[in-house]
T-cell receptor, first 113, second 113 residues
């Protein structure tokens, strides 16, 4: 059974600081997704990483995927309050044409002024 | 586009009652997913459809749960009979293909008393 572990689960940081959220997974996969969820809201897709070495950036967020290490990172640069949310990584464990997303527990990020 | 539409947004029912959750995917999307989110178990994939055909229902917790997709623009998730442990937020998501970005609906908050 695929296990997806995120750390940290809780992150409190100051505005302007940098930090990285880690997502480790237990079986081979080259499809990884990052989502954001605001309190009481739905999930919003941030990044789709579909190959080893993939790197994507949007604003202050940058995601990368290392399939050999079974690791993805979400790097936050110069955090601002608006980034406060829960961030989830999700890994596709199906392989080929079969498809099954397993989510991590999420990282609750709080950015303080 | 209106995005993924779910109804009802909130549902309160008594144990033993039948509950039907509805989802309208984004027009043109051919994959549809049902998820459940709880504090204890996080986000879980219940079932997904590709071109209206159920592909993987291994996440459906038990026989009390059933899902249908009679056409490309409508899906239902039914719980009969409902139990208090079914209380959760149920999300529907759709995508252009199985590995493409998933767009989540606003969710249905279900409380079974």
């Amino acid at each position: 059974e695929l296990k997806v572990e995120q750390n940290p689960l809780f992150l409190s940081m100051q505005e302007g600081k940098n930090y990285t959220i880690y997502c480790n997974y237990s079986t081979t996969s080259d499809r990884l997704y990052w989502y954001r969820q605001d309190p009481g809201k739905s999930l919003e897709s941030l990044f789709v990483l579909l190959s080893n070495g993939a790197v994507k950036q949007e604003g202050r967020l940058m995601a990368s995927l290392d399939t050999k290490a079974r690791l993805s990172t979400l790097h936050i640069t110069a955090a601002v309050h608006d980034l406060s949310a829960t961030y989830f990584c999700a890994v596709d464990s199906g392989g080929g044409s079969n498809y099954k997303l397993t989510f991590g527990k999420g990282t609750l990020l709080t950015v303080n002024p | 586009d209106a995005g993924v539409i779910q109804s009802p947004r909130h549902e309160v029912t008594e144990m033993g009652q039948e509950v039907t959750l509805r989802c309208k995917p984004i027009s043109g999307h051919n994959s549809l997913f049902w998820y459940r989110q709880t504090m204890m178990r996080g986000l879980e994939l219940l079932i997904y459809f590709n071109n209206n055909v159920p592909i993987d229902d291994s996440g459906m917790p038990e026989d009390r749960f059933s899902a249908k997709m009679p056409n490309a623009s409508f899906s239902t998730l039914k719980i009969q009979p409902s139990e208090p442990r079914d209380s959760a937020v149920y999300f529907c998501a759709s995508s252009l293909g199985q590995v493409e970005t998933q767009y989540f609906g606003p969710g249905t908050r279900l409380l079974v008393l």
